[in-house]
């Protein structure tokens, strides 16, 4: 008998797709920034290069409003191959850092907008956790990143953690 071919579900095959299907037109907007599908799935798999050795297969937290930031983590730190943690924007310092300190994660990336927050955060954490602002350096890290896209092999493996 024939083996039947079988591909995980996973939600970030959609990039795939949406990039093979409609590379060139803009895919996302972000204040004045515009990127094409092709050009967010580059930055995506950049993201995931940068992310894997840094998380070294712990989660990684996002602290950012609905930025291309957040939508990059979407897609990137699944394909490093770790869980991504997003954190609600709203929370206080102390329920930040338990969160981090919970799920044990390697990375946090943050808006600028949160500095103060982080370092807040930062000051209540019980480990050292690799921080990454977004701007400059977020977009120095996408840029000197080698592409990287680890599909997950499992549809009910871990792809992110939650807290509510």
């Known amino acids: 008998m024939t ?13 795939d797709r949406a990039e093979a299907a409609h590379g060139d037109r803009v895919g996302v907007v972000d204040g004045e920034r515009r990127f094409t599908y092709a050009e967010f799935a580059d930055r995506c798999r950049r993201l995931a290069g940068a992310l894997a050795p840094l998380a070294r297969k712990r989660p990684v ?16 730190v699944p394909w490093a191959g770790v869980p991504l943690v997003a954190v609600n924007t709203r929370l206080s310092a102390g329920e930040i ?10 990375v946090l990336v943050h808006a600028p907008v949160f500095d103060e927050l982080v370092a ?3 000051d209540r954490l019980g480990r050292p956790v690799e921080v990454i602002r977004a701007g400059e350096e977020y977009e120095g890290l996408l840029a000197g990143a080698a592409p990287r896209a680890e599909a997950p092999r499992d549809e009910r493996g871990l792809l992110s953690i ?3």
């Open 61 to 76: 937290a996002v602290l950012a409003p609905n930025t291309h930031v957040l939508l990059e983590a979407n897609f990137g």
């Open 3 to 15: 083996e039947l071919s079988f591909e995980p579900l996973s939600p970030v095959s959609f990039l």
């Open 162 to 164: 939650n807290y509510t």
């Open 97 to 106: 850092a338990w969160i981090l300190d919970h799920c044990e994660a390697a």
């Open 120 to 122: 807040e955060v930062l």
